[in-house]
């Protein structure tokens, strides 16, 4: 159902300064005295600032609250602001946004996956075709591990490739597993392969860390061995 221009305005207005805020608004409209009603619509501005500071820092921030306070009121608050009020301009409702009809196939790969698959079939050149598979194989694996946390076989790589892209993409398992044409290429020209991160190992109930066994009981010798040496008592020079 679609709301009137400015029934849509107060709902977007409670929601931005509540609805007891509304309410104050709509009952300045029963004060017969001007002063009054003026005295009241001020006191509400500063109720509206100290329940949400950050309009402050706002530009022209006083007379945007005192606009929405005059929408609120219908347009018909006369009082004496110190700001001129209008009504603001009726945009309309929002416009729906329009969502995909379907998710997408691999939830792991996202829709990117599947637009790159699309642009990759509109390639000619064989040549250039197959580097494009490889290049979104390995995207593949690698947003496969982000999702899963799991290293990802390259044969199920190749399946989901052919899938998304109804089997016309497809590479040689033997030669992707050879050449490690799904991993990334580090700078030294070799492939970096991809290690499942395992959880650090609990450190030892004592004190000691690994590579300090024995410092601590040196440590000890030494500052035993200046009390001792400070309790012996000084020759007297010769």
């Known amino acids: 159902m679609t709301l009137p221009p400015s029934l849509h305005k ?6 931005e300064y509540g609805q007891s805020t509304f309410q104050l608004v709509q009952q300045l409209a029963g004060i017969e005295d001007r002063a009054e009603r003026t005295r009241r619509a001020q006191q509400i501005v500063q109720l509206i600032f100290r329940l949400q500071p950050a ?7 006083q007379a945007t609250v005192w606009n929405h306070i005059f929408e609120m009121a219908d347009g018909e608050l006369d009082v004496d602001a110190p700001f001129p009020l209008a009504a603001q301009v009726n945009l309309g409702p929002p416009k729906r946004l329009a969502y995909p ?14 637009q790159l698959v699309t642009q990759a079939l509109t390639l000619e050149d064989a040549t250039e075709r197959e580097q494009a598979a490889i290049i ?7 947003l496969y591990r982000s999702h899963n946390k799991e290293n990802a076989k390259d044969l199920t790589i190749i399946k989901h490739l052919r899938e998304l892209s109804n089997n016309q993409l497809s590479l040689d398992p033997d030669r992707v597993q050879s050449e490690n044409l799904f991993e ?6 070799r492939p970096t392969p991809f290690i499942v991160p395992q ?4 450190r030892d109930g004592g004190n000691n860390r690994r590579g300090n066994s024995g410092g601590g009981n040196r440590r000890d010798k030494q500052r035993r061995g200046g009390r001792k040496n400070r309790n012996e008592p000084q020759q007297p020079p010769q």
């Open 199 to 202: 959880p650090r190992q609990e």
């Open 10 to 15: 107060h709902e977007l207005l409670q929601r």
């Open 101 to 114: 009809a379907k998710g997408p196939k691999f939830r792991a790969y996202g829709q990117a996956v599947e």
């Open 184 to 189: 990334f290429v580090s700078t030294g020209g």
């Open 136 to 142: 979104i194989g390995r995207t593949m694996k690698f």
């Open 55 to 61: 309009l402050r820092d706002q530009p022209d921030s």
